[in-house]
């Protein structure tokens, strides 16, 4: 048998196998990156029905927070220019389709994001908030409470896609 035609030795075939695991995990681990961050759009549920509410742009700001914008209403038969009647300050009577309703979002040493400001149009009113990222990146757990985050309520939002 030439040289040429020799079957590759054990460790020459075990490196390749480690070569493509480690291409292999790289690609997967940049995926990873990108799906843990919080900007794309979001789908709300609403934690009383379970059904699908709105549409939420997420993006990070230049200061490194994070805010979230109204993009699109999804409960059928909703007035697509509902305004906020109960809000308060800047947001009163704006629109909802288009309202930043998620400011101040920062990511925080455990993993999770703090600091930030919810407000609810169907009420007007503005909570702290906090949320984390769940199932890989898939699920964002919203938290918003008045005072302390025990006194609250958390909605699950579901990843539609990156945000542009």
């Known amino acids: 048998m030439s040289n040429s035609?020799?079957?590759?030795?054990g460790w020459v075939i075990h490196s390749m196998r480690l070569v493509l695991a480690l291409c292999m995990a790289g690609g997967t681990a940049?995926?990873?990156?990108?799906?843990?961050?919080?900007?794309?759009?979001?789908?709300t549920i609403d934690d009383k029905t379970?059904?699908?509410?709105?549409?939420?742009?997420?993006?990070?700001?230049?200061?490194?927070?994070?805010?979230?914008?109204?993009?699109?209403?999804?409960?059928?038969?909703?007035?697509?220019n509902r305004v906020c009647i109960a809000c308060r300050g800047a947001l009163k009577d704006?629109?909802?389709?288009?309202?930043?309703?998620?400011?101040g979002l920062r990511k925080d040493g455990t993993?999770?994001?703090?600091?930030?400001?919810?407000?609810?149009p169907d009420n007007g009113k503005t909570y702290h908030c906090k949320a984390w990222l769940i199932e890989g990146g898939a699920r964002l757990e919203v938290r918003g409470y008045i005072g302390i985050p025990l006194l609250g309520r958390t909605q699950t939002w579901v990843r539609e896609k990156e945000a542009p």
Not at 94 to 103: N, V
Request: proline share 6%; glycine share 14%.
């Open 94 to 103: 704006q629109k909802i389709i288009g309202m930043t309703i998620l400011t």
């Open 50 to 80: 379970g059904k699908p509410k709105a549409l939420i742009r997420i993006v990070e700001q230049t200061d490194g927070s994070y805010s979230g914008t109204v993009i699109k209403g999804l409960m059928p038969g909703a007035d697509p």
């Open 5 to 9: 035609t020799r079957v590759p030795s």
């Open 30 to 43: 940049a995926c990873w990156a990108q799906s843990m961050t919080l900007a794309s759009d979001w789908k």
């Open 111 to 120: 993993g999770s994001y703090g600091g930030g400001e919810i407000v609810d």
